[in-house]
């Protein structure tokens, strides 16, 4: 699947503000100064679809973008950040929780990680907390360019055998670059994949 028109939709800090939930949505988010944006821009080949800051969590309301008048891809808040209040920080957010549990149109939800990093708490705590609620996630590795491959291949080890502390079978994961457009295919595959089953579904309902 390609991308062929990309638009922004609307900006909200209310879940019950985003837009009437007739289209499949897939959301991004991850912690602060993953590359989400970046992420983001590679997949539309939109530069400057979503804003990239040397700020992090500059993010902070529920960003919708039509793809090919028949999608939402939505670009959510990102958690970890050290830079807002305590009681922002406490679990992932309302914001968050509120879009995750009650958008009935959320078809998945790609959770960015920064290959780089070991294990964070709250990465993993997100992830749980998600599958937790039967909501559809991918895992989407960023930055792979910047290791070498068997120091990737040794940080992705330890975080699947972190997962699998809590996980009988892994959630499926994506390795990417923004940088040298990685991972772009796989993304695009998974998501028609997914729209794909949202209308074998739907079909199934009539």
């Known amino acids: 699947m390609k991308i062929n028109t990309a638009a922004f939709v609307s900006s909200y800090a209310n879940v019950e ?9 897939f959301a991004f988010i991850g912690r602060s100064n993953v590359g989400k944006s970046s992420l983001i821009n590679m997949l539309t080949n939109t530069k400057g679809l979503a804003k990239i800051s040397a ?4 993010t902070q309301t529920i960003n919708h973008f039509i793809i090919n ?14 830079s807002v209040s305590k009681s922002t920080r406490e679990g992932f957010g309302k914001m968050i ?11 998945c939800v790609f959770i960015l990680i920064d290959c780089r990093l070991e294990p964070q ?3 993993l705590s997100f992830i749980n907390w998600v599958g937790s609620r039967g909501v559809p996630l991918c895992l989407v590795f960023t930055k792979t ?10 940080n992705l080890a330890v975080f699947k055998r972190a997962l699998l502390a809590d996980w009988e079978e892994l959630p499926p ?3 990417t670059s923004a940088t040298e457009r990685a991972g772009k295919e796989e993304i695009m595959e998974f998501i028609a994949q997914a729209l794909k089953n949202v209308e074998e579904a739907a079909d199934e309902e009539e």
């Open 173 to 175: 994961f994506i390795l």
């Open 17 to 25: 503000k985003c837009p009437p939930p007739d289209k499949p949505e």
């Open 69 to 82: 008048s028949s999608w939402y891809l939505v670009d959510l808040p990102g958690y970890g950040y050290a």
């Open 145 to 154: 360019d910047k290791l070498k491959q068997n120091e990737l291949n040794k």
């Open 121 to 123: 708490k709250n990465d």
């Open 55 to 58: 700020t992090p969590g500059k």
């Open 97 to 107: 929780e509120d879009y995750v549990t009650k958008r009935p149109n959320l078809a």
